[in-house]
């Protein structure tokens, strides 16, 4: 059984930054794209920034220029540097992963909560 498990959220003033990990335990192999997904109130999960292959990176337009997503495929491990925050990024936070095969597993997310 594969399990990810994100840390790092908590609540902080508009403009501060934070950092977000996930790290996966169980049988999980062969990582082809590790990201970082973000859902608010009454709104649809949304990709915020993904890397694959180890290298390739994607952001959404919202947050580029003030996240930065990097991984370790041989450590299970995925982070997302947040700076420059804004109320509008509260939201809980959902790490994935997907194999070669096309496997995804999600994690149950971190709260992030950034005050005016």
């Known amino acids: 059984q594969v399990q990810l498990v994100e840390s790092g959220g908590g609540l902080v003033q508009a403009g501060g930054s934070l950092r977000l990990s996930c790290a996966a335990s169980?049988?999980?192999?062969?990582?082809?794209?590790m990201g970082w997904y973000r859902q608010a109130p009454g709104s649809q999960r949304e990709m915020a920034a993904v890397i694959t292959g180890g290298r390739s990176t994607n952001y959404a337009d919202s947050v580029k220029g003030r996240f930065t997503i990097s991984g370790d495929r041989a450590k299970k491990s995925v982070y997302l540097q947040m700076n420059s925050l804004k109320p509008e990024d509260t939201a809980v936070y959902y790490c994935?992963?997907?194999?070669?095969?096309?496997?995804?597993?999600w994690g149950r997310g971190t709260q992030v909560t950034v005050s005016s």
């Open positions: 169980g049988n999980i192999f062969s990582i082809n794209q």
């Open positions: 994935r992963f997907v194999t070669n095969d096309g496997l995804g597993t």
